[in-house]
């Protein structure tokens, strides 16, 4: 239990409709995707990064644990409050800040769904590729805490690989500013690439500032099935030792394409042992001679089963 007169400090920082402390509030904030469970002391949503440094300060002078969220939808445990404390959601610092697309970057508030975000910048042509699993619902500064990835990291990265710069809070409650909008900063420690993946436990991240690419004219979507895990397995290093680097690789074994079948009676055959969804992207033209290759490829490590 926080002590009162410290509640009355951060109500006094954020308002009171912004703290919490009743134990049905806590409870929904106690547990992440991981489905593990630790009741906070308090939840807090601060609305502005001044906000979250002087709580930062109060939490440093009284020695209180303080754990950054956003969606909740991690699966290390990283916004877990373990020991009480404070749950500091960041939800409402949910702004697309600008879009550039003179420079292809973008500065955001870290509790922007990530699908959001990725619908608004492809309506400006522009593209950003990380898609974790729980893009529809994920907030991009917990992608940054986790350096998330998805399935097209294949060919294009995870998250810490379009993170140019960002805006932290540390522990203390001082503000940092780490990287910058430029491609060729070269000069002292890279803080951005250590802060991606910290999960929280190095500062709150407040602002990002992304890398964005144009958006790829076409994609095309391939699945393959194989009558072994062998062949799908040397499948995929066949095709990239062809020097060709699809946008996403997605693996299924036949258990999974079992459970697949039985909820969505799509036709797959009981002798397929393991599936291949093979995507690629790019100019029109490239993509279909990429693909057409790609069967090429792997038609003979099927084993005799079909593909489209």
Same mark, same amino acid.
């Given at each position: 239990m926080l002590e009162s007169r410290i509640l009355e400090q951060i109500i006094t920082i954020v308002g009171s409709e912004n703290v919490a402390t009743e134990r049905?509030?806590?409870l929904c904030y106690g547990y992440d995707a991981t489905q593990?469970?630790?009741?906070?002391?308090?939840?807090?949503?601060?609305?502005?990064?001044?906000?979250?440094?002087?709580?930062? /300060?109060?939490?440093?002078?009284?020695?209180?644990?303080?754990?950054?969220? #956003?969606?909740?939808? #991690?699966?290390?445990?990283?916004?877990?409050? /373990?020991g009480g404390g404070i749950v500091l959601v960041v939800t409402r610092l949910n702004r697309i800040l600008r879009i550039d697309t003179e420079n292809l970057i973008a500065e955001v508030e870290p509790g922007v769904v990530t699908e959001q975000f990725q619908m608004e910048v492809e309506k400006l042509g522009l593209f950003y590729p990380p898609d974790p699993a729980s893009l529809k619902f994920s907030t991009l500064g917990g992608n940054v805490a986790e350096n998330a990835g998805g399935p097209r990291c294949v060919k294009y990265g995870v998250t810490r690989d379009f993170v140019m710069g960002l805006e932290v809070v540390l522990p203390t409650g001082d503000i940092i500013r780490t990287g910058g909008e430029t491609y060729k900063g070269v000069v002292g420690y890279d803080l951005t690439r250590l802060l991606c993946g910290s999960e929280g436990t190095l500062g709150i991240i407040t602002k990002i500032i992304f890398k964005l690419l144009p958006l790829p004219e076409a994609k095309k979507t391939m699945l393959t099935i194989f009558d072994s895990i062998d062949g799908a397995a040397r499948a995929v290093s066949t095709i990239i030792g062809n020097k060709i680097i699809p946008t996403t690789l997605e693996f299924m074994d036949h258990a999974t394409l079992q459970c697949v079948e039985k909820r969505f009676s799509l036709g797959i055959p009981d002798s397929g042992r393991a599936v291949l969804i093979i995507e690629v992207d790019g100019d029109r033209e490239l993509i279909e001679k990429q693909a057409a290759r790609i069967q090429e490829l792997v038609r003979p490590l099927a084993g005799g089963m079909q593909g489209s």
């Open positions: 049905q509030d806590l593990m469970e630790f009741l906070p002391d308090a939840v807090v949503h601060p609305g502005n990064v001044d906000e979250i440094s002087q709580i930062m /300060k109060l939490a440093n002078a009284e020695n209180i644990h303080v754990f950054p969220r #956003g969606a909740g939808s #991690g699966f290390t445990g990283g916004a877990l409050p /373990k």
